[in-house]
């Protein structure tokens, strides 16, 4: 048996069915966004990989030639790299979630995005972003969310959330916003010289209508959602960290950091970096 919930989003209905496919993954969801369809899994591996001192997630989008009704031909009959479109979106969708994962997580994580159906007038890179944020959060990968992301058009001056095609063709303002509950976390923008005042009313729009779109997903969870699995931590000795803060002080960092000029910004944050292994590197070498 599988679960399913909607909500009304943008004049259309959104539709997630938990448990129907993709048992195996540790988290998964089955999108539709009026006739867009996309399954997001989220997998993650059980043990930490060796030798990184970085988290290692990868996110995948999958465009089949099949969701719009076509057959590869001539030559080719097998779909080859993934477009550039497909790129772009996977680094949109890594963009907000990454930094939502606990900074000491060295398991690998894989987010992929099977588009299945494509109704033009819902975004199917918009349905992955959510699909990601959703498999993640119900599944027991640690995760600091839900996430939720909206579309926002201006035709005729108007703001429109989540364009349909023809309302992308003759929009003057192509605008992605991601959001937790409590602020903005990205932007993604193009604009044919849209105004400051609109602008911000459009970011805080798509910010509201991403707080709904959070509480629908708070629900799911609520009722779905793994117990997120204990891991090994990789942080480091905090008195270390303590004592670092102490030594170089945040205000010597501001004024580092706050520099307008970028060589002499990189040249201050190099002298730090200096005084730091100077400091530290005779007993703590790795």
Same mark, same amino acid.
């Given at each position: 048996?599988?679960?399913?919930?909607?909500?009304?989003?943008?004049?259309?209905?959104?539709?997630?069915?938990?448990?129907?496919?993709?048992?195996?993954? &540790?988290?998964? $969801?089955?999108? /539709?966004?009026?006739?867009?369809?996309? =399954?997001?899994? #989220?997998?993650?591996? *059980? +043990?930490?990989?060796?030798?990184?001192?970085?988290?290692?997630?990868?996110?995948?989008?999958?465009?089949?030639?099949?969701?719009?009704?076509?057959?590869?031909?001539?030559?080719?009959?097998?779909?080859?790299?993934?477009?550039?479109?497909?790129?772009?979106?996977?680094?949109?969708?890594?963009?907000?979630?990454?930094?939502?994962?606990?900074?000491?997580?060295?398991?690998?994580?894989?987010?992929?995005?099977?588009?299945?159906?494509?109704?033009?007038?819902?975004?199917?890179?918009?349905?992955?972003?959510?699909?990601?944020?959703?498999?993640?959060?119900?599944?027991?990968?640690?995760?600091?969310?839900?996430?939720?992301?909206?579309?926002?058009?201006?035709?005729?001056?108007?703001?429109?959330? &989540?364009?349909? $095609?023809?309302? /992308?063709?003759?929009?003057?303002?192509? =605008?992605?916003? #991601?959001?937790?509950? *409590? +602020?903005?976390?990205?932007?993604?923008?193009?604009?044919?010289?849209?105004?400051?005042?609109?602008?911000?009313?459009?970011?805080?729009?798509?910010?509201?209508?991403?707080?709904?779109?959070?509480?629908?997903?708070?629900?799911?969870?609520?009722?779905?959602?793994?117990?997120?699995?204990?891991?090994?931590?990789?942080?480091?000795?905090?008195?270390?960290?303590?004592?670092?803060?102490?030594?170089?002080?945040?205000?010597?960092?501001?004024?580092?950091?706050?520099?307008?000029?970028?060589?002499?910004?990189?040249?201050?944050?190099?002298?730090?970096?200096?005084?730091?292994?100077?400091?530290?590197?005779?007993?703590?070498?790795?």
């Amino acid at each position: 048996m599988y679960k399913t919930y909607s909500m009304e989003l943008a004049g259309r209905t959104l539709t997630v069915e938990i448990g129907r496919v993709a048992a195996q993954a &540790n988290g998964a $969801a089955f999108m /539709r966004y009026g006739d867009t369809v996309v =399954l997001s899994t #989220a997998v993650a591996s *059980e +043990k930490p990989r060796d030798g990184i001192d970085f988290f290692p997630l990868s996110v995948e989008y999958h465009e089949k030639m099949y969701s719009v009704g076509k057959i590869p031909g001539g030559f080719t009959r097998r779909e080859g790299k993934p477009s550039d479109n497909a790129i772009l979106t996977c680094r949109v969708i890594d963009r907000p979630m990454r930094p939502l994962f606990p900074k000491d997580y060295r398991n690998d994580v894989t987010l992929e995005n099977l588009v299945m159906d494509v109704d033009q007038d819902c975004s199917p890179e918009l349905l992955a972003m959510l699909g990601s944020a959703l498999a993640t959060s119900i599944s027991d990968i640690p995760f600091d969310g839900p996430i939720a992301a909206t579309q926002v058009g201006l035709v005729d001056g108007e703001l429109v959330y &989540n364009p349909t $095609a023809e309302q /992308r063709e003759v929009s003057d303002l192509a =605008l992605t916003v #991601a959001s937790t509950r *409590e +602020k903005v976390i990205m932007i993604e923008a193009g604009a044919n010289e849209v105004p400051e005042d609109k602008m911000i009313e459009a970011i805080y729009g798509a910010h509201d209508l991403n707080g709904e779109i959070i509480k629908f997903f708070d629900t799911i969870v609520a009722e779905c959602g793994k117990e997120k699995h204990e891991y090994i931590h990789f942080d480091f000795p905090g008195d270390m960290f303590e004592d670092m803060v102490n030594f170089i002080t945040p205000e010597a960092m501001e004024e580092a950091v706050f520099t307008d000029v970028k060589q002499d910004r990189e040249a201050n944050i190099r002298q730090i970096k200096d005084r730091l292994e100077e400091r530290y590197a005779p007993e703590h070498e790795d």
